[in-house]
């Protein structure tokens, strides 16, 4: 079982799954949402992912038309996103896990969005744009 929260730990959730693999996103609406380089998310089964304080306290904004970027109303810490196509999916952002975890991450996607002051340096594969496509 995992669990997180957000920063002001008004949100807590559990997950009780298996992570995808951890994926860092350098697109410009994730280094937006995330106030960052990236965002580090992995996609977990939405059957396994649930509230145990603060569902209210959860915001859910449309970035662009079927997609929804989750985030704590209190604190603003991003907590996952999904698309309206995959309900089954969720795209959880690592970093709101509260439990350790062994996993590490896998890849970059759209790395030819990167910030121009960002440095890949940890060998991992870098993707153009998504993972399906060509390599960076």
């Known amino acids: 079982m995992l669990k997180g929260s957000c920063l002001c730990g008004g949100v807590q959730y559990e997950y009780d ?4 693999p951890i994926v860092m996103c350098h697109c410009s ?3 937006r949402a995330q106030g960052s380089a990236h965002a580090t998310n992995s996609p ?3 059957a396994h992912f649930r509230f145990v304080a603060g569902r209210a306290l959860v915001k859910e904004f449309e970035s662009k038309p079927g997609k929804q970027r989750a985030f704590c109303r209190e604190c603003g810490s991003p907590l996952y996103s999904r698309l ?6 969720l ?8 439990t ?4 590490r991450p896998a890849y970059h996607i759209f790395a030819a969005s990167a910030a121009e002051w960002y440095e890949f340096t940890d060998g991992l594969p870098r993707y153009a744009e998504r993972e399906d496509g060509p390599l960076v």
Do not use: N, Y
């Not at 799954?17 to 995808?20: H, I, Y």
């Open 44 to 46: 977990v089964e939405a």
């Open 17 to 20: 799954g298996t992570l995808g």
């Open 29 to 31: 609406q994730c280094r």
């Open 91 to 98: 795209r959880l952002r690592i970093g709101t896990l509260t």
């Open 84 to 89: 309206d196509s995959k309900p089954e999916l």
């Open 100 to 103: 350790a975890i062994d996993a």
